[in-house]
């Protein structure tokens, strides 16, 4: 039996193991946390959960075809709960509130009441989101590959897909922000700025729209840990193994072809590698020498990665009467990493069971931008520590001017810095998306590289912008191509 070794336990990585396990290999994933999840995760803080990673999922409901793939490696099945928040967004500026409701023509109603004066846009908006709603990404085999089961775009779902695409070149030549100057009013201008991100083009914010719209963009059940963890439970129920504390330094390769990985400076032998580690940072640290093939070059110069900054406090009090999800714009900005930051967004999992005592609430906040050479800079100079509690500080005092409700009410606070995502990730500055920008159209790069045989790549980074559907369809072709090279019959079980 072909022995498979996949680095990292993330979503990619365990979505390669299932599948690999289902086609017949012998796999074991070497994880150096000592949980699964990767950048999909959550952790505890005294009584608190804190999600710190998926806020929604792509294929959460049974009517969009990446469903099945969720449900063939574990991740969701009928007795998982999915949380349908609507109005899924708020935004709230001079006293003024925009919701971001699932329904396009209560959407449209709700803007036409805030902003009459952009009657052109809105009806543009919502008729391009209604264009939107088939367009997906399917699931589809790879060309030669044997499987038993076939998967593939029906004619159905490419009709459905048609309407959007005289309109992706609309979107994909414009940023968020330059969007959003289309709008003359200033609260609709600044929710739609910012729902996905300014320097992102608007294609990504219009297919989130339209995402929700389609009914589609729940939050399961347990949020990331809890999908991570019924997926190692489908892996390990499969008969594959989990080795976790084990921190892969490099992939062995002899005679031009991957042979194994080295923990420790022990050689794991294996007759194939697949490496679900950002694939940014792996392809220079695991690798002697460095791959330097074209599009590893390309991938080197041209990512631009999403960086982020991660506060959660657990409040001793019921704030289920807040949004869920909400963002403002503070008069006094915030300094977080070295960067002013005036817009504060806010996650609110108050209704969500088990992740706060009776009577309390969990709060995350999530800031971007690239903080990591002013936090690196602190752990350098010995104030890390101070930095942090000084930050979140700040948070919980701009949350009590906001909130008045959770003033002296907070019980734990945790800051998770780029340097924190890098410490458990190993991935380039902690980062685990991509931004794409202006003009892109979601670049790929290729899952098997040339220049080593028995090697594979999966990940987010091999798609812009990443998400986990990227992860998880990578790591599903991943395997394709294994079964492809190993004349293995690929095979998906539900």
């Known amino acids: 039996m072909t022995k498979v070794v996949i680095v990292g336990a993330g979503i990619a990585g365990l979505t390669a193991g299932v599948y690999a396990r289902q086609s017949g290999f012998d796999v074991t994933i070497y994880e150096s946390h000592v949980i699964p999840g990767g950048a999909s995760t959550s952790w505890r803080r005294k009584w608190y959960l804190f999600e710190g990673g998926m806020h ?16 063939e490696v574990g991740a969701l099945d009928d007795t998982v709960n999915i949380y349908n928040r609507d109005p899924f967004f708020t935004f709230e500026h001079q006293g003024r509130t925009a919701c ?27 008729k391009d989101v209604k264009k939107f709603t088939k367009f997906g990404m399917p699931l589809t085999d790879l060309k030669g590959v044997k499987v038993k089961e076939k998967s593939g775009m029906s004619l159905g779902a490419l009709i459905g897909m048609l309407p959007a695409f005289p309109r992706l070149s609309y979107y994909v030549n414009q940023t968020c922000r330059e969007y959003a100057q289309r709008f003359k009013n200033p609260l609709l201008r600044l929710m739609l700025e910012n729902l996905i991100g300014a320097e992102y083009n608007a294609v990504s914010m219009i297919v989130t729209i339209a995402t929700l719209a389609s009914g589609d963009g729940g939050y399961p059940e347990g949020g990331s840990l809890g999908m991570a963890g019924r997926m190692a439970k489908t892996f390990k129920k499969l008969g594959g193994r989990i080795e976790y504390g084990k921190l892969v330094s490099k992939v062995a390769v002899q005679n031009g072809a991957a042979c194994g990985v080295i923990i420790n400076g022990e050689q794991i032998p294996a007759d194939a590698v697949i490496v679900t580690q950002d694939t940014l940072a792996a392809i220079d640290s695991l690798f002697d020498p460095p791959i330097t093939e074209p599009w590893a070059e390309k991938m080197r110069t041209s990512t631009k990665p999403v960086l982020d900054t991660f506060i959660g406090v657990g409040v001793k009090a019921d704030l289920s009467h807040l949004p869920e999800s909400v963002t403002f714009v503070t008069d006094e900005p915030l300094l977080c990493g070295g960067i002013e930051e005036s817009l504060i967004g806010i996650n609110n999992y108050a209704g969500y069971e088990g992740y706060a005592p009776a009577g309390c609430s ?9 903080s990591y050479d002013y936090w690196k800079t602190c752990r350098e100079n010995g104030t890390y520590t101070a930095e942090k509690q000084k930050l979140a500080e700040a948070f919980i005092r701009l949350l009590a001017q906001k909130y008045p ?11 998770a810095t780029p340097l924190t995502y890098e410490r458990y990730l ?7 998306m991509s931004v794409m920008e202006k003009g892109e159209r979601g670049e790929s790069y290729p899952i098997q590289p040339q220049s080593i045989k028995n090697l594979y ?32 019959v690929f095979q998906g079980n539900i």
């Open 405 to 415: 409700e959770t003033a002296g009410k907070i019980e734990v606070w945790d800051v």
């Open 56 to 71: 929604w999922l792509t294929g959460s409901s049974p009517q969009i075809s990446f469903n099945k793939l969720w449900r």
């Open 362 to 370: 969990s709060i995350t906040c999530i800031f971007g931008g690239d």
């Open 100 to 126: 971001l409701y699932r329904d396009v023509d209560k959407l449209r109603r709700h803007f036409m009441e805030i902003a009459p004066e952009d009657e052109k846009e809105i009806s543009s908006l919502c």
């Open 457 to 488: 790549f999966a990940g987010q980074r091999l798609m812009k912008p990443g998400g986990l559907p990227v992860a998880a369809e990578t790591g599903r072709k991943a395997v394709q191509h294994l079964c492809r090279d190993t004349d293995a």
């Open 426 to 432: 190993h991935s380039y500055k902690g980062s685990w």
